[in-house]
T-cell receptor, first 111, second 113 residues
Framework: NAGVTQTPKFQVLKTGQSMTLQCAQDMNHEYMSWYRQDPGMGLRLIHY???????DQGEVPNGYNVSRSTTEDFPLRLLSAAPSQTSVYFCASSYRGDEQFFGPGTRLTVL | GNSVTQMEGPVTLSEEAFLTINCTYT??????LFWYVQYPGEGLQLLLK?????DKGSNKGFEATYRKETTSFHLEKGSVQVSDSAVYFC????????????FGTGTQLKVEL
């Protein structure tokens, strides 16, 4: 199993550009989540999903959209990138909402 | 509101020293508690967990006991190694949402020879 995969590993955007961060898991997990990691702030939940077709907002959802059309994939869309969205983004999945398995992360810089 | 608070770092220890990283939580009910570790350039990995009061989670020589009376989940290791150098995150599922983890700010540990 590949576990949780994320692409790209690194990305540089200009303010106002849009992009999609990809996340996929091959463990047949129902639960998937997106977090951002900022220095001194730990990880904060952006959006999460408890199954295909079901998504909900986390702690810091503004400026991000998600969809969950399949169990495997959970893409995160930045609609109009802002410098405040410079961060490291982690996707995670879990089977029963208990132990979460994290991807390797995407480091995003918005100029 | 619900939160997880852990001691700030960085923490620098000599090899074979004793490690304690403090973690406390604020929540109603009975949260599940976790310690995650992040090695440089990698994602987070689950280190250990405890799901009810007085449970002790353990893994790779690390231990943490879920203390409801003090709302704490301190991480300990009797003898650290250079390879333990990483960032450690305390986290909890503090509300009813099954996958809504709340993280502490992380504690960087550096172990020197």
């Amino acid at each position: 199993n590949a576990g949780v995969t994320q692409t790209p590993k690194f990305q540089v955007l200009k303010t106002g550009q849009s992009m999609t961060l990809q996340c996929a898991q091959d463990m047949n997990h129902e639960y998937m989540s997106w977090y951002r990691q900022d220095p001194g702030m730990g990880l904060r939940l952006i959006h999460y999903s408890v199954g295909a077709g079901i998504t909900d907002q986390g702690e810091v959802p503004n400026g991000y959209n998600v969809s969950r059309s399949t169990t495997e994939d959970f893409p995160l869309r930045l609609l109009s990138a802002a410098p405040s969205q410079t961060s490291v983004y982690f996707c995670a999945s879990s089977y029963r909402g208990d132990e979460q398995f994290f991807g390797p992360g995407t480091r995003l810089t918005v100029l | 509101g619900n939160s997880v608070t852990q001691m700030e770092g960085p923490v620098t220890l000599s090899e074979e020293a004793f490690l304690t990283i403090n973690c406390t939580y604020t929540a109603t009910g009975y949260p599940s508690l976790f310690w995650y570790v992040q090695y440089p350039g990698e994602g987070l990995q689950l280190l250990l967990k405890a799901t009810k009061a007085d449970d002790k989670g353990s893994n790779k020589g690390f231990e943490a006991t879920y203390r409801k009376e003090t709302t704490s989940f301190h991480l300990e290791k009797g003898s650290v190694q250079v390879s333990d150098s990483a960032v450690y995150f305390c986290a909890g599922i503090l509300t009813g949402g099954g996958n809504k983890l709340t993280f502490g700010t992380g504690t960087q540990l550096k172990v020197e020879l």
